[in-house]
């Protein structure tokens, strides 16, 4: 099965933009997915598709993708932005299966 | 307002059965696919389970393959996963989630339901 892959940990200063990527063969394919997920909550969909915010997200939050990589940009980051992020895509391998990247715990300081 | 409440987790021992069950509410249910993922404590994201609309299609990761079983009542609004010859490494949270058709992405989670495999 195909694997997406992520740095574990970034940082940004308060109010700066930080960059968090997704690697992996199924993203030359197929769209990642991006989701916040805060200590003792459920996880919560940011980005999807080329670019899609479902209601509710702020606009900092965006979606690129370039050959077998996969960003999430937050512009300007918030002090509430601190959390894991998880990117997910199709797996490329033909099964319809579903695959998540290890997650990125992103620090504000 | 969409919900989904997960229910039916707790202690069970290695090579024992355990059935979840995930309330829909606020949406068509019968419109969506539906998923199950689950997080090991202090570990990521990981997909499990897969069912269509109407419950004719399933899909599993190859770690529950043969041992876990996803299923649907549209008429009652709930998802279930039946999980048998439980291990240890099945110890996790169990989220239910919602996808959009033919979609790949899960817009509305559950809280999750804890599951523990311990003797």
């Known amino acids: 099965s195909s694997e997406l892959t992520q740095d574990p940990a970034v940082s940004v200063a308060l109010g700066q933009t930080v960059r968090i990527t997704c690697q992996g063969d199924?993203?030359?394919?197929?769209?990642a997915s991006w989701y916040q997920q805060k200590p003792g909550q459920a996880p919560v969909l940011v980005i999807y598709?080329?670019?899609n915010r479902p209601s509710g997200i702020p606009d900092r939050f965006s979606g690129s993708s370039s050959g077998n990589t996969a960003s999430l940009t937050i512009t300007g980051a918030q002090a509430e932005d601190e959390a894991d992020y998880y990117c997910?895509?199709?797996?490329?391998?033909?099964?319809?299966?579903?695959?998540f990247g290890g997650g990125t715990k992103l620090t504000v300081l | 307002e969409v919900q989904l409440v997960e229910s039916g987790g707790g202690l069970v021992q290695p090579g024992g059965s355990l059935r979840l069950s995930c309330a829909a509410s606020?949406?068509?249910?019968?419109?969506?696919?539906m998923h199950w993922v689950r997080q090991a404590p202090g570990k990521g994201l990981v997909w499990v389970s897969r069912?269509?609309?109407?419950?004719?299609?399933?899909s599993y990761a190859d770690s529950v393959k043969g041992r876990f079983t996803i299923s649907r009542d549209n008429a009652k609004n709930t998802l279930y996963l039946q999980m048998n010859s439980l291990r240890a490494e099945d110890t996790a949270v169990y989220y239910c989630?919602?996808?959009?058709?033919?979609?790949?992405?899960?817009?509305?989670w559950g809280q999750g339901t804890l599951v523990t495999v311990s003797s």
């Open positions: 997910n895509s199709r797996d490329s391998s033909g099964n319809h299966h579903v695959v």
């Open positions: 989630a919602r996808g959009e058709v033919g979609a790949y992405y899960f817009d509305y």
């Open positions: 606020g949406f068509t249910f019968s419109s969506y696919w």
């Open positions: 598709g080329k670019n």
């Open positions: 069912i269509n609309s109407d419950g004719s299609s399933t």
């Open positions: 199924s993203l030359r394919s197929y769209y």
